[in-house]
């Protein structure tokens, strides 16, 4: 049956004039970290909580939008892995963060640095550098002194990725426990563009 389809639909493909005309998987994504749609978010996150309860099937939700290579990106989905690792106690101590999932047309890996370890909390803000939070100007002059933060955002698909560093100018920690994180954050790529966007997840804790 599929391969009579197939056969049918070869004419068309090749003496067609007006070109296929197929939209981007990003048209059926939403940001829910806005007023209007943080209901969907949060029952989203509800649904992944039970199962995280029964089988660890979904260890949160994420919702992002922003701008990275130039592509306009809008994606929202289930988290399948959240680990916090702590962070050496000299350079950077504390916690790394880092979330994996699965989106239109790639995996989606964000690593994120400066968390406190409970019952010690992180700081909502700006995070800029290994040292200090810090306005914008000043988060400037770290990216040109090349004192980023050590976070990164990576794009997989069909063996090739976007690796970028980034620059976390504002987050908002509504949760941060042994065994929750909630927050929303925006961000800058240090190869141009801008990210924001909405998590919250149920992280393991692995060894460093």
Known sequence: MWRRLLLVGLPCLIHCVAPIDAPSAFSEESY?????????????????????????????????????????????????????????????PGRQFTLTADAPYFEFVLKLNH?????????????????????DDICASSLQAGQTSGEVLNLEARGGNLLALLTSQWREIEIETADELRLTLTANLARGGQIEGCIDVFPSTAAP
């Open 32 to 92: 829910l970290c806005d007023a209007a749609h943080i209901a969907e978010f949060d029952a989203h996150v509800e649904e992944c909580r039970l199962e995280w309860a029964i089988d660890r099937s979904c260890a949160g939700y994420m919702s992002f939008r922003g701008i990275a290579d130039l592509q306009a990106i809008v994606l929202d989905g289930r988290v399948s892995s959240a680990t916090f690792v702590a962070a050496g106690q000299t350079e950077e």
């Open 115 to 135: 968390f406190g370890i409970p019952p010690e909390k992180s700081k909502s803000g700006y995070i800029c550098d290994l040292n200090a939070s810090a306005p």
